[in-house]
């Protein structure tokens, strides 16, 4: 079955510092969504990607899709501590959505 | 505002318990998931039901069940609660069609003894 595959597991940056997750899929997807995580909390949709090689920006938050629709990334410019968290992408399955395991975020002020 | 609710935010259940984790959602989906949480290993689909009555395995079925009687309730049933379930328990809903978004619960938090 289709599989989701995030990396990295695990990142640590100084408040200030660049951060990318990865995602990559075994299939191609019809779209794409990323989700937020706090500390304590429960995953929070950010955005969906729909087209292929689109971008989307949420302020200092950067959205692709792949050309081949295989694969996207999330990059975040001069974290901030609010960005701490798990982020998670996800691809439809059916009537679920296939998770990737996350990347969770740790920003050092 | 959209919804989900969880019965419990903590609970503390004894080994060959039945246990049962309610979740309701006000949006009127049709879909509604139940996943667990452990550190490193993500979001994990236990059930998931995408009508009344109607329920589907995920990807670690074995030692829950589900019940939809209702179209805004999904129940999580461990018939015999084990010690290697404890764990955060998440339920989601979502309406049918790509590209919707899928909202969650607050997540109950099981430590079965």
């Known amino acids: 079955g289709q599989q989701v595959m995030q990396i990295p597991q695990y990142q640590h940056v100084q408040e200030g510092e660049d951060f990318t997750t990865y995602c990559n899929s075994s299939?191609?997807?019809?779209?794409i969504q990323w989700y937020k995580q706090r500390p304590g909390g429960h995953p929070v949709f950010l955005i969906q990607?729909?087209?292929?090689?689109e971008v989307k920006k949420q302020k200092r938050l950067t959205f692709q899709f792949g050309e081949a629709k295989k694969n996207s990334s999330l990059h975040i410019t001069a974290t901030q501590t609010t960005d701490v968290g798990t982020y998670f992408c996800?691809?439809?399955?059916?009537?679920?959505?296939?998770f990737g395991k996350g990347t969770s975020l740790l920003v050092t002020p | 505002d959209v919804k989900v609710t969880q019965s419990s935010r903590y609970l503390v259940k004894r080994t060959g318990e039945k246990v049962f984790l309610e979740c309701v959602q006000d949006?009127?989906?049709?879909?509604m998931f139940w996943y667990r949480q452990d550190p490193g290993l993500g979001l994990r689909l236990i059930y998931f039901?995408?009508?009344?009555?109607?329920?589907e395995k995920g990807d670690i079925p074995e030692g829950y069940s589900v019940s939809r009687e209702k179209k805004e309730r999904f129940s999580l049933i461990l018939e015999s609660a084990s010690t290697n379930q404890t764990s955060m328990y998440l339920c989601?809903?979502?309406?049918?069609?790509?590209?919707?978004?899928?909202?969650f619960g607050p997540g109950t938090r099981l430590t079965v003894t």
């Open positions: 989601a809903s979502r309406q049918t069609g790509g590209g919707y978004e899928q909202y």
């Open positions: 299939t191609t997807l019809s779209n």
């Open positions: 990607l729909v087209k292929s090689g």
């Open positions: 996800a691809g439809p399955s059916g009537y679920a959505l296939n």
């Open positions: 949006m009127d989906h049709e879909n």
């Open positions: 039901s995408y009508d009344v009555k109607m329920k």
